[in-house]
């Protein structure tokens, strides 16, 4: 019921930039938790940041002080700026929202994006 469209990735060099976005869409009453997660090849997908609809967010230490996570609750729109990319940084990320699909107050369901590839050369 929550479609997730995810943009922005890239091929992007070490110590640059990129910006990633995510849009619900879908029969949903409301969306609270947002969030990023990243699948490097061999690994496991693992959190890089989340963010509350009242705007309280967390990092994976590795890339605090580098990422920011924002959201626009009007828009269901969840973004990801990325600084000072780094080549480990290189990886498939996915958007994740928490909405109630049922009714209002129900327990949130998780939906995933089909992922966006952010690749950072050396």
């Known amino acids: 019921q929550v479609q997730l469209a995810e943009s922005g990735g890239g091929l992007v060099q070490a110590g640059g930039s990129l910006r990633l976005s995510c849009t619900a869409s879908g029969r949903f009453f409301s969306i609270n938790a947002m969030g990023w997660y990243r699948q490097a090849p061999g690994k496991q997908r693992e959190l890089v940041s989340s963010?509350?609809?009242?705007?309280?967010?967390n990092y994976a230490d590795s890339v605090k002080g580098r990422f920011t996570i924002s959201r626009d609750n009007a828009k269901n729109t969840v973004y990801l700026q990325m600084n000072s990319l780094k080549p480990e940084d290189t990886a498939v990320y996915y958007c994740n929202a928490n909405a109630e699909v049922a009714y209002v107050g129900s327990r949130p369901v998780a939906s995933w994006g089909k992922g966006t590839l952010v690749t950072v050369s050396s």
């Open positions: 963010i509350t609809t009242g705007g309280s967010t």
